[in-house]
């Protein structure tokens, strides 16, 4: 079955940018549209990213999506960090083998320090 | 206003059934997919099962297959997932979530099942 791994966690200063990264385990993940959550403690996920560069109306524009089909990966990039963006993040795709049905990776806590 | 809010859940013994319901409100409900999403404590999000807009068409994770069923009741307004034959392993925060093309915009708050003796 279709796959998505993410780093575990990733850590980066107020002001600065991170990237998280999402790699498919087989096949091509530029197939299929990837989604990044953000996931507060004690919250429901909230959708950031959709369809692999879009932003929900009300995400702000710090936040952004990418696809690299030569690592069969996607990203997240967050610019100009602020505390408040401290929480989980989740990618999630689908599964063409298996009615395409969701597949989520395995998240990534994302400490901003 | 647009909301999913999910009920249901509670402390079952393993071997156990439990029903959640998913309310939907502010949307035409009738017109999307719906899902079923659980997050086991300190864990990530895993997908359950989803339903096509009438009730026709499902699928079911591997790890509960043949054990739930998800259906839902259009004039109701209402998703639902039957849990038999439960496990500690399906402890966790249950999630309904609307499908908007392949993924969730709209998410429920959850509602916590424990499987505990």
């Known amino acids: 079955n279709f796959m998505l791994t993410q780093p575990h966690s990733v850590s980066e200063s107020p002001g600065k940018t991170v990237t998280i990264s999402c790699t498919g385990s087989?096949?091509?993940?530029?197939?299929?549209?990837v989604q990044w959550y953000q996931q507060r403690p004690g919250s429901a996920p909230t959708t950031v990213i959709y369809?692999?560069?879009?932003?929900p109306s009300g995400v702000p524009d710090r936040f952004s999506g990418s696809i690299d089909s030569s690592s069969n990966s996607a990203s997240l990039t967050i610019s100009g960090l602020k505390t408040e963006d401290e929480a989980d993040y989740y990618c999630q795709s689908y599964d063409s083998s298996n009615q395409g049905n969701w597949v989520f990776g395995g998240g990534t806590k994302l400490t901003v320090l | 206003e647009v909301q999913l809010v999910e009920s249901g859940g509670g402390l079952v013994q393993p071997g156990g059934s439990l029903r959640l319901s998913c309310a939907a409100s502010?949307?035409?409900?009738?017109?999307?997919?719906m899902h079923w999403v659980r997050q086991a404590p300190g864990k990530g999000l895993v997908w359950v099962s989803r339903?096509?807009?009438?009730?026709?068409?499902?699928s079911y994770a591997d790890s509960v297959k043949g054990r739930f069923t998800i259906s839902r009741d259009n004039a109701k307004n209402t998703l639902y997932l039957q849990m038999n034959s439960l496990r500690a392993e399906d402890t966790a925060v249950y999630y309904c979530a609307r499908d908007t093309g392949g993924f969730a915009v709209l998410w429920g708050r959850g509602t916590l099942v424990t499987v505990s003796s």
């Open positions: 502010g949307f035409t409900f009738s017109s999307y997919w």
């Open positions: 369809e692999d560069n879009q932003r």
């Open positions: 339903i096509n807009s009438d009730g026709s068409s499902t």
């Open positions: 087989s096949g091509s993940i530029a197939s299929n549209y």
